[in-house]
């Protein structure tokens, strides 16, 4: 009986283990979703994305109870790229992608059983959702070298609004819808190119005419600031001139008084204003007493006369 009561004890302790096993389960907190079952049906649910739900737990042992797991962790699907028309009949090559998870264990195990099917599920209404809600907006709204009049995060909401819609009568929730890329086909390039050019042509324009303006109003006030800087001047010189008018007809009542010297001060004015620069006169020298003495020679001056003395 010794011999065997090792045997014994490793025995139970196995079978201790087991049965462990078969009744425990652990709830792994932020990524478990734990669904337990009894004979098939849904009879209790535990989320491990709460903290307070995480844990360790029993339950009965297989076939009364067992438990059914999913990864609570955001799952992330993208669709095909597919070519679709815009609102102005333009072509665009979109491929969108979504981030969803589980909401409701019961309802995903009701409608969707597993994730894989859950993901075919999402990605199928992704795809519907992308091709309803884009054809309602231009091109502009979504290709647009203008960041402020693109509409591409208002286009993510109602598409991840439209798949909750329908997807939370499954248990799910979208929680994130993004556009991964835009494409355009050769005809669509080319169209948004000659858009882009109209655009930019109507801006040039719009900018030259402001411009325009704006010279137009410059020229206009310039004119205006010098008429009247002009009109300003001439006051002042007329001013200036009738105070020369005023002051000459003074100097004229004395140059009548004196007329032989107004002549004199008039002929030196003359000179002054004529000998400024180097200047040669040339003058005959026949009018100058000193040069006489070169024509007529030395001379001296007659004797004066005597009268005769009376004997």
């Known amino acids: 009986m010794r011999k065997h009561l090792g045997m014994i004890l490793l025995a139970v302790v196995t079978l201790l283990g087991l049965l462990f096993y078969t009744i425990a389960y652990v709830v792994e907190e932020g990524q478990d979703i734990v669904l337990v079952k009894t004979f098939g049906a849904p009879t209790k649910d535990l989320d491990g994305r709460k903290p307070v739900q995480a844990g360790l737990y029993f339950k009965w042992p297989w076939p009364i109870q067992e438990v059914v797991r ?17 609102r102005d009949s333009r072509d ?54 203008d960041p402020s009049k693109m509409r591409i995060p ?43 050019q109209a655009e930019r042509k109507k801006m040039k ?11 137009q109003a410059i020229r206009e006030w310039a004119k205006a600031a010098s008429d009247k800087i002009l009109a300003f001047a001439r006051r002042k010189a007329a001013d200036i001139r009738g105070e ?36 040669v006169l040339l003058l005959d020298g026949m009018d100058i007493r000193a040069l006489k003495f070169l024509r007529d020679g030395p001379s001296t001056p007659p004797p004066p006369k005597t009268e005769p003395t009376k004997k």
């Open 70 to 86: 999913y990864d609570g962790r955001l799952i992330i699907v993208e669709d095909d790229m597919e070519q679709l028309n815009t």
């Open 154 to 196: 208002e286009i993510e909401k109602r598409i991840r609004e439209n798949m909750n819609e329908v997807l939370s009568q499954d248990g799910i929730e979208v929680a994130v819808v993004g556009v991964k890329n835009l494409g355009l086909s050769d005809l669509a390039s080319k169209q948004v190119i000659q858009a882009m």
């Open 244 to 279: 020369g008018d005023r002051a000459a007809a003074e100097t004229y009542k004395k140059y009548h008084e004196h007329p032989e010297f107004a002549i004199f001060l008039r002929e030196l004015e003359m000179l002054r204003s004529s000998l400024k620069s180097k200047t």
């Open 205 to 215: 324009d719009t900018i030259e005419a402001e411009g325009d303006a704006q010279a």
């Open 92 to 145: 665009l090559i979109a491929t969108l992608y979504c981030g969803w998870k589980i909401a409701d264990a019961r309802k995903f195990q009701a409608k969707r059983k597993t994730v894989e099917n859950a993901m075919a599920a999402v990605k199928e209404k992704l795809k519907s959702s992308k091709s309803q809600i884009m054809r309602e907006y231009d091109m502009v709204d979504i290709v647009n070298t």
